[in-house]
């Protein structure tokens, strides 16, 4: 979206003080009216309107003119309008002081903002003089850059907009002409379909259906029409194959029903294709016959309309199809079916590309919902090997501070032997056992290790995790090493 850079603050909103036919007519309605008016409630509206723009003052459904109301039906404009005007010109000199003195200002100025755009708001006479002298500046003297142009609306009336415009992007970015298919005469060596069909039509007079029919390309045309559909369809699908696409005719079940269809496929996408004649709605000429049944049987009824035949071919997706908004194409006032083909097979490929972006984007949705998806179970089992180690860790701290109490207390027992209280052999039998268990349980008595990491099993993190456990293949083998599949996630 282009951003315009304003040089000139407006103060206040621009009012609409213009009025329709009614509101003109409403207000010298009520300007007549030798007291106040009633407003009808079928034209509040208009009252609305002439009220917001302070020609009127109402009061219920009663209204009077006000002043301004008067100026507007002598003036034929609002005297805020005329103000505004006086204020906008008065402003002028000193707006045009400000514009840019030559035509290598006004580039600089250009390239100064963000969008390479400037805009002027409606402009006095002075100041839209020196701007437009600016501009022509630029183009007499070469100050336009190369590779860009200068451009300029506003000439004469309302906001001047410059605007200084890369080439090269500027042609990029208008999308490619859409190749013509040429569209043979005679068809000499027709397409395998197309010979097909014509082997299905046969030598019929009448009106030619072939959605029926297995193996060809689904018709139905007036006769009159089926060789010009045949080469149209025989254009079509020849191209379609010199790009690389195939054609296929099918026939799938569909409701108990066998379908049968002619489909393009471009890149994995299928498209059904159907070319039909647009038909009329014409009065129905009733049949001596059914003037006779009516007769016989009078709650029968001949119909009052047929449907004939045009001669507007429509090319495009079945009717009812999802797609028929898609890619359906048919002669009308402004061109004909013919010319339209190039149309239908880049509607075609433009549906696949937009097809494709919408499936990777959702891939690679996917994918991010994956990574921080395992990101969150590496995080959980760090909190739980973490929770599991410090546990650990705390039972030895307390297990050596316990052994440490038991040796202290067996020294004390000990000294106080040496004191002079003999030790009896049941005492010393239990002093020799407590410092045997204060041995065993002293985590400094044998090499350091940690503790065997806990189980990596959905139940076992299950209290770490907020979530669905079973949105994506579990990250851990039963033994508990970390393989996400495709991941890049570290493990802990």
Not at 82 to 93: F, I, N, P, T
Not at 330 to 356: I, K, M, P, Q
Request: charged letters at 25%; hydrophobic letters at 35%; glycine letters at 6%.
């Amino acid at each position: 979206m282009a951003i315009h850079t304003s040089l000139v603050q407006v103060e206040a909103e621009v009012v609409k003080y213009t009025l329709s036919a009614q509101q003109a007519e409403l207000l010298r309605q009520i300007a007549s009216a030798p007291g106040a008016l009633t407003i009808a409630p079928n034209r509040s509206n208009t009252a609305w309107a002439l009220r917001q723009r302070g020609l009127i003052q109402q009061s219920g459904q009663a209204a009077v003119v006000t002043s301004d109301g008067r100026y507007f039906l002598k003036h034929g404009k609002h005297p805020k309008e005329v103000q505004s005007e006086k204020d906008r010109l008065a402003g002028d000199a000193e707006r045009a002081a400000r514009a840019p003195a030559d035509g290598a200002e006004l580039v600089s100025r250009l390239r100064a903002t963000a969008y390479g755009q400037l805009t002027v708001p409606d402009p006095g006479p002075q100041t839209r003089g020196r701007w437009r002298a600016a501009y022509y500046d630029a183009l007499h003297h070469d100050r336009v850059p190369a590779g860009q142009k200068l451009r300029w609306s506003g000439r004469q009336r309302g906001d001047c907009a410059f605007a200084l415009v890369d080439e090269e992007a500027e042609l990029a970015a208008q999308p490619q002409p859409v190749h013509a298919i040429a569209i043979p005469d005679t068809i000499d060596r027709p397409h395998q379909l197309v010979r097909a069909t014509r082997k299905a039509i046969g030598r019929s007079k009448s009106a030619v259906d072939t959605r029926e029919t297995a193996g060809v390309i689904p018709l139905h045309v007036s006769r009159a029409q089926v060789d010009r559909a045949l080469r149209i369809l025989h254009a079509l699908l020849t191209e379609v194959e010199r790009r690389g696409y195939q054609v296929d005719a099918r026939t799938d079940l569909q409701h108990g029903q066998a379908l049968h269809e002619m489909v393009v496929v471009i890149r994995g996408h299928d498209f059904p294709l159907t070319l039909t004649e647009r038909t009329t709605k014409v009065p129905h000429e009733p049949t001596p016959q059914e003037i006779r049944r009516e007769q016989q049987s009078p709650w029968t009824r001949i119909p009052k309309y047929d449907h004939a035949f045009n001669g507007r071919l429509e090319l495009g997706a079945p009717a009812g199809s999802r797609h028929r908004h898609v890619y359906t194409y048919s002669d009308s006032a402004r061109w004909t079916l013919e010319s339209r083909l190039g149309h239908l097979l880049r509607d075609l490929e433009e549906h696949v590309t937009a097809a494709e972006g919408r499936r990777e984007k959702e891939r690679l949705q996917k994918a991010e919902q994956q990574r921080r998806w395992y990101a969150t179970v590496s995080q959980a089992r760090q909190q739980q090997v973490d929770r599991h180690r410090t546990t650990f860790l705390n039972e030895q701290v307390q297990a050596w501070r316990h052994a440490s109490e038991i040796d202290a207390f067996c020294q004390a027992a000990h000294a106080r032997a040496a004191d002079g209280m003999p030790s009896s052999e049941e005492e010393i039998a239990w002093l020799r056992w407590a410092e045997e268990y204060a041995e065993r349980i002293d985590p400094l008595r044998s090499p350091l290790r940690a503790p065997p990491d806990p189980p990596s099993s959905r139940e076992a993190l299950g209290k770490f995790l907020q979530g669905d456990l079973d949105a994506h293949p579990w990250p851990f083998h039963s033994r508990g090493r970390w393989s996400p599949p495709d991941e890049d996630v570290s493990p802990v």
